[in-house]
């Protein structure tokens, strides 16, 4: 059973920087993605970016250049960088995992953590 706990999100001004993480255990796969995701309020859930097994990055258009997702193998942890913030980058934050392809199609994973809150003003 993969559980994922997202931490580090915060309210911040724009322009600033955050650091999210995503704790991961239970995960038995040799090949995976990781993935991040973000959600406002009264929009649907929204791919951001994405690290697989071989260390390949995927963005959304919207965060290319400012966020970097990386994975510490040893630490089987997943972060996700954020630096020049905007504010329509505030939304819930979530991580998200599964065996097949990176994709930035939520149906596509499946195990997610509960999601930490970014506020940019």
């Known amino acids: 059973h993969v559980q994922l706990v997202e931490s580090g999100g915060r309210s911040v001004q724009a322009g600033g920087s955050l650091r999210l993480s995503c704790a991961a255990s239970g995960y038995r796969y040799a090949s995976y993605c990781m993935g991040w995701f973000r959600q406002a309020p009264g929009k649907e859930r929204e791919g951001v970016a994405a690290?697989?097994?071989?260390?390949?990055?995927s963005y959304a258009d919207s965060v290319k250049g400012r966020f970097t997702p990386s994975h510490d193998s040893a630490k089987n942890t997943l972060y996700l960088q954020m630096n020049s913030l905007k504010p329509e980058d505030s939304a819930m934050y979530y991580c998200a995992t599964t065996p097949l392809y990176c994709s930035g199609n939520p149906t596509d994973y499946s195990s997610w953590g509960q999601g930490t809150q970014v506020t940019v003003s």
């Open positions: 690290i697989d097994s071989d260390g390949s990055t």
